[in-house]
């Protein structure tokens, strides 16, 4: 799948190596080869180009039908094929100022040389001289547009497009943009305009290897093996069938982080791919460093091609890669959040970027990761939205429109459909069995305990969402609806009395619940407790093949003492410092007993070593530390009108008067994304650590569950929430209506 790239070769492209003189003999073409290619290739309409043309490309066709008639009166050949190009031309000259047709990158500067040079090889385009003088006119708004404010991304375009400047380029500045293979921008046509007006032995070795590789003819673009790869691992991952190919992942990963330590040119030139390399290498767990992304500020960026002609998919890779921060001082990629953000943001508003041409989804597509960031991003949902946006069509444009068999690919698009429903109609099993243990344990007798058992689940499910992550998944929710529970009962439900008694039930462990409960709430809350502990802990047994069970009781301890500790401050007034109610308060926020014991059936086997190792608990100490923060700054203002301590008031109360409750709000942010930052790198870090990928992954999962249910300004209101839930448990994805 990986092993070869496939890509479709250019008419336009090959047509300007035709044109390329032999140096000894210039009345005879250097690579005939090209020319017969071209008298062979003509489509049925008279155009050159792409089969099956897509609608929004007749423009594209001009631009290759042009370009593959010049080099054909050049040589005095196929006098029958001109005439059929030209007719084609004539009928379709009306697309050339369409504004809804797709341009290829310099339309508006090289289709006018070309017609300029059909003029001196005495060919009459037959196109009107209304045409020809809109086009003459945006040529000159072209070549005049961005000097002064961007001379150098000016140079940059004016050098990609160089065949459409002729012999008014500066032929030895272009020669500052070859690259080691000999070519210029791995264009061969600009290459081939190179090597005509330069004879440099470069380029001419770049255009001989193309030929050799693909025979009589070239493509538009070529090496383009790195970016192509990046994007199959990349489409993969999104669409959540990535399980499915982990070797074949693995080997082009360590194949593309051998190329970044070595300076590839093939990543460090072309922007989209040094951003997504940078981003995909990272959160598979490879050591890449963000200085490459100095170059690429703001105003750097501005002097690339991708900058100058303002490449939205380019942006929107570097917007993604910022987002993977995971040192304090990365401030590079801090700004190149700030300004890529800002940048699509504006791009969307204004109207720049819309649904239509090669990918109807772009806008879609921009404003999803706008609004989900990589850390509030669950997988399913993203899966979704990726697999019902996924862009079948195979096409790319850059100076002419090109395929790849690696892109579009719809066999994958039925993969990962497939693979979504099998996942939800077990998801669906599950939740109906949950809802069953709900009533069997008689949890829903207990009024004051609030009903979350579709949210538990769905935090789950929406992260956890292989088949054989099924105990997984279920212990997280069984234990995130007893969470709840507990959390209600220690809240308002319980007595001074039951609290207690709930603590010594679960201290002893081995008692007589009709004797030793002091209530009914007791009895039912103990009952599930126990029952469930003890589930998990003969199914961890089955995955580790050893007794968790102490473990799970001490998670579910450490819990109940947190929060009995915080109803004694509530009773007594208390008023704790931040370091003391945050020391408490990780462990009450409730996280434990869902994440903890479900590492146990993550699949990778935990020794005693591991599982005591400060590394697990730092990473549980930092998501519930995240955690804990988030909901107070959601529940402020609930919490002080019911007499409640939490985060944001006591940082006030501490800060002496000088923090007001939106300064407060902004110190705790600021804590949540340092803390982030930090769990992530540990997360994506393989050097030093001793927990499994695998387990790591569920704290980091997490994190987006909660970023996710706690957004807040225009984010994620109850209606969406059910939505959401509906979107990963209940709706299929019916192929048919994509």
Not at 280 to 303: A, K, M, Q, W
Not at 381 to 399: C, F, G, P, V
Not at 617 to 642: A, T
């Amino acid at each position: 799948m990986f092993d070869k790239v496939e890509l479709s070769v250019s008419s336009y492209d090959t047509a300007w190596v035709a044109m390329v003189p032999c140096p000894n003999s210039p009345p005879a073409p250097f690579f005939p080869q090209c020319v017969n290619w071209l008298l062979d290739n003509q489509l049925r309409d008279g155009s050159w180009g792409l089969p099956n043309r897509d609608p929004f490309l007749v423009k594209d066709a001009l631009l290759s039908t042009l370009a593959c008639i010049l080099p054909l009166k050049q040589w005095g050949a196929g006098e029958e094929q001109v005439n059929k190009g030209l007719f084609f031309i004539e009928s379709n000259i009306a697309a050339a100022t369409d504004e809804k047709q797709v341009s290829p990158i310099g339309f508006d500067i090289i289709f006018p040389a070309m017609i300029e040079y059909a003029k001196n090889l005495d060919l009459h385009i037959p196109m009107g001289a209304t045409n020809i003088d809109a086009l003459f006119q945006k040529r000159e708004l072209e070549l005049k547009r961005g000097y002064g404010s961007n001379l150098e991304g000016k140079r940059t375009y004016l050098a990609y497009v160089s065949e459409g400047l002729g012999k008014s380029q500066d032929w030895e500045m272009v020669l500052k943009y070859q690259r080691k293979n000999g070519s210029l921008f791995n264009s061969p046509s600009t290459t081939a305009a190179a090597f005509t007006h330069l004879q440099n032995s470069g380029c001419l070795s770049y255009l001989h290897s193309l030929l050799d590789k693909f025979g009589d003819a070239v493509p538009t673009v070529y090496p383009l093996d790195i970016y192509t790869r990046l994007c199959m691992v990349d489409s993969l991952e999104r669409l959540g069938i990535d399980r499915h190919f982990r070797k074949e992942i693995k080997s082009v990963l360590d194949e593309m982080y051998r190329y970044w330590l070595q300076g590839e040119e093939d990543i460090f030139l072309d922007t989209a791919t040094c951003a997504m390399a940078f981003r995909i290498l990272r959160v598979n767990g490879y050591d890449v460093s963000s200085d490459p992304f100095t170059r690429l500020s703001e105003d750097h960026f501005s002097c690339y091609l991708g900058g100058y002609v303002k490449d939205i998919g380019a942006v929107l890779e570097l917007f993604r890669a910022s987002e993977i921060i995971i040192h304090p001082d990365e401030f590079v990629l801090e700004k190149q959040n700030f300004w890529t953000s800002h940048f699509l943001k504006q791009e969307l508003s204004n109207g720049s970027i819309h649904a239509g041409g090669l990918n109807k989804y772009v806008d879609q597509e921009v404003e999803n990761a706008l609004r989900f960031p990589f850390h509030a991003n669950l997988e399913r949902l993203s899966n979704k939205r990726a697999i019902e946006h996924y862009n079948k069509n195979k096409t790319r444009i850059l100076k002419t429109a090109y395929s790849s068999s690696n892109t579009g690919n719809e066999d994958l698009l039925k993969l990962a459909v497939e693979d979504f429903n099998i996942c939800q109609s077990i998801h669906r099993k599950e939740l109906k069995y949950l809802a069953r243990w709900v009533i069997e344990s008689r949890l829903d007798k207990l009024k004051f305990a609030r009903q979350k058992l579709a949210y538990c689940y769905f935090s789950g499910a929406a992260t956890l969402f292989s088949p054989e992550l099924s105990d997984a998944r279920i212990s997280w929710a069984k234990n995130g609806v007893l969470t709840t529970v507990v959390d209600d009962f220690f809240d308002i439900g319980g007595s001074e009395e039951e609290l207690v008694n709930l603590i010594q039930l679960v201290e002893k462990w081995d008692v007589n619940v009709s004797t030793d409960c002091c209530s009914e709430k007791v009895e039912i809350i103990f009952s599930a407790l126990h029952s469930t502990i003890c589930e998990i802990g003969d199914k961890a047994f089955t995955w580790q093949g050893r007794n968790v069970i102490s473990h799970i009781i001490d998670i579910w301890l450490n819990l109940l003492k947190s929060m009995l500790k915080e109803a004694e401050w509530l009773r007594d007034k208390s008023v704790p410092s931040m370091d003391e109610y945050m020391t408490n308060g990780y462990v009450s926020f409730a996280l434990g007993p869902i994440v903890l014991p479900a590492l146990f059936l993550a699949g990778p086997k935990l020794s005693e070593e591991i599982v005591g190792t400060p590394e697990i608990h730092h990473l549980y100490e930092l998501m519930s530390s995240c955690g804990r923060l988030l909901n107070d700054i959601r529940s402020f203002k609930r919490e002080s009108e019911e007499g409640k301590l939490n985060a944001v008031s006591l940082c006030m109360i501490h800060g002496g008067g000088v923090f007001t409750e939106e300064e407060a709000i902004k110190e705790l942010k600021s804590i949540i994304g340092s803390k982030r930052r930090e769990l992530l790198k540990l997360v994506l870090q393989e050097k030093g650590s001793v927990v499994p990928r695998a387990c790591k992954d569920f704290f980091w999962k997490m994190i987006k569950v909660l970023h996710l249910f706690y957004m807040k300004d225009d984010g994620f209101t109850s209606n969406e929430m059910i939505n959401a839930v509906n979107a990963v448990i209940e709706e299929p994805i019916v192929l048919n209506e994509m």
